[in-house]
């Protein structure tokens, strides 16, 4: 496989934040009943080591794992087994093929990693509203439209695979589920931003803690795809360690009378996919 490669180029040092000592999503001290655990900022099974210990209760943390869930075992899932990206999931529940429809065939098969033909797509939005001065909508569309990329040899396994059946096509369902990975998007920033000690006043709590059948309200004003500078956003390493398969930075911009802050979001640098800029909040002014 082509992909093996990149696998070289996973993170490798951990990076661990100072305690923070109350939930970083609803503001709990704990308790007995809802003690305070280890934040990943990036999941591990993202290749994520940058940690906050004692940042999230249990209770909000069941909030962010169903999205986590959701978007890794779903949409990443793929891609996250051929980059070598897992977490601690336990090897034997580790999926290691994948489906595919074959023409014809209601029912898809599972087809092993090394002969399936490897794609990622991810969702890209509009710019986030408030950034460009769009008008609040409850109800806009989630998806704009999609980046997919394509393994090097996807085309050829594709072929491989249509002449062993011979059918004429099939089709690979990619499982895009925009709200949770819209919240993901939040809580990867708030987290990040906390966890650099950045003094704001948060906009994404609510939206990171609604259930898991809540409508994603409202939440574009914030979230949405970012303007890459030429030559690209500059790569974050904290501490002496770094992140590579993903990368983050942070920006503050005044507008005269308050501050507001975004993060960077770019899940697989190495692929170019799209970056993602989320405003966390401001200071000065709600916005
Ligand atoms: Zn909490």
Redesign the pocket.
């Known amino acids: 496989m082509t992909y093996k490669a990149l696998t070289g180029r996973l993170d490798v040092s951990a990076h661990r934040y100072d305690e923070i000592g109350l939930?970083?999503?609803?503001?709990?001290t704990g308790s007995k009943e809802?003690r305070l655990t280890l934040e990943h900022v990036i999941p591990s099974g993202l290749g994520g080591t940058l940690t906050l210990p004692k940042a999230?209760?249990?209770?909000?943390?069941r909030f962010t794992q169903f999205c986590e869930d959701r978007v890794l075992h779903g949409m990443l899932n793929p891609i996250r087994a051929a980059l070598g990206a897992r977490g601690k999931r336990r090897k034997k529940k580790r999926a290691s093929a994948f489906p595919i429809a074959f023409e014809g065939n209601n029912v898809s098969e599972d087809i092993p990693l090394e002969r399936y033909p490897l794609s990622l797509t991810m969702p890209v939005f509009e710019r986030p509203g408030f950034l460009v001065g769009r008008k609040r909508a409850n109800d806009e569309p989630m998806l704009d439209k999609v980046w997919t990329w394509f393994a090097p040899d996807a085309e050829a396994q594709a072929q491989r695979l249509i002449q062993e059946r011979g059918v004429s096509k099939l089709e690979i369902t990619h499982q895009l589920h925009i709200p949770e990975f819209i919240k993901f998007l939040a809580k990867v920033a708030h987290s990040f931003a906390v966890a650099e000690r950045v003094k704001f006043q948060p906009v994404l709590t609510n939206l990171i803690?609604s259930p898991r059948d809540a409508a994603v309200k409202d939440a574009l004003h914030y979230i949405g795809i970012a303007e890459e500078p030429a030559g690209g956003f500059p790569l974050y390493e904290p501490g002496q360690g770094g992140h590579r398969l993903a990368q983050m930075t942070y920006s503050n911009k005044n507008d005269t009378s308050f501050t507001f802050f975004s993060v960077h979001i770019q899940f697989f640098r190495i692929l170019r996919s799209p970056t993602y800029e989320v405003i966390i909040g401001s200071i000065g002014a709600t916005i």
């Open positions: 939930c970083i999503y609803c503001g709990t809802n999230s209760c249990e209770e909000c943390n803690r």
